[in-house]
């Protein structure tokens, strides 16, 4: 449990460490430098970013358990989203940008007016203060308390811990983002992103190992065997 307290404290002062480092000569001089990144980030490190945008606590804490107790057919909105992002990718995006658009809200402006956009922007806002923000931490909060055994370390409750933790990753998630503006976090996302991305195919791959006794397609196949029924992508 110390290798991994003192792997993961690593792993975010080296992400500290980068981000300040690529960030040291920045100078947010007018609103484009700091909520677009100067428009200078490259496709791979958007492209990063956004994927570790999308991916959150609620997939790796809510969407694993549920795959766990509903099977394949949890992959079913993420399947067909990917629709929605090649529609977008290819017909709306560029016009967007032909436009000089970013966000949704500008081109509301355009075609309606300026409260449009306010009131849309809003909505937004308390959309992701509502819906998203307390599942992102909370479950957050439930994965450190989970690993780290906070509760047990710090002699308090586990509801306790949890609402600590809630705050502090609040608080230094706010840190960054609002200081460093959207290129800082870009950054991060880019060193999370592999991070995530490798550790992420890790996971099965030594449980099937373990599982399978060093036989990866063993492992798979008494997976299969004892369960079935989660295989099936498709649904009753």
């Known amino acids: ?43 791979w490190l958007i492209a990063i970013s956004m994927l570790l945008t999308n991916i959150s606590t609620e997939h790796l804490v809510g969407m694993n358990g549920s795959s766990y107790k509903n099977g394949f057919i949890v992959m079913a909105w993420e399947v067909t989203s990917a629709i929605a992002l090649v529609i977008g990718a290819v017909y709306f995006i560029p016009r967007y940008l032909k436009m000089g658009l970013t ?7 355009l075609r309606f007016d300026k409260s449009t956009h306010t009131i849309v922007n809003l909505l937004l806002i308390l959309s ?20 780290f055994d906070i ?3 710090f002699g308090i409750g586990k509801s306790e811990s949890i609402g600590w933790l809630i705050v502090i990753t609040g608080i230094l998630g706010s840190v960054y983002a609002i200081f460093g503006g959207l290129k800082a976090i870009a950054y ?30 063993e492992g798979l196949k008494k997976v299969y065997e004892r369960a079935p029924e989660k295989f099936n992508s498709i649904g009753g």
């Open 103 to 109: 966000t949704i809200p500008q081109y509301l402006e």
């Open 151 to 153: 509760s047990d370390r």
């Open 1 to 43: 449990m110390n290798s991994a307290i003192l792997t993961f404290a690593l792993f975010t002062l080296f992400v500290g460490v980068y981000c300040w480092y690529k960030m040291r000569r920045e100078k947010f001089e007018s609103a484009s430098s700091y909520f677009l990144g100067g428009r200078s980030l490259g496709a």
């Open 188 to 217: 991060s996302d880019m060193i999370y992103g592999i991070g995530l991305f490798i550790g992420g195919l890790l996971v099965p791959f030594f449980a099937l190992y373990d599982i399978g006794n060093a036989d990866l397609g």
């Open 128 to 147: 992701f203060i509502i819906t998203l923000l307390p599942v992102v931490l909370y479950t957050g909060a439930l994965n450190f308390e989970t690993l």
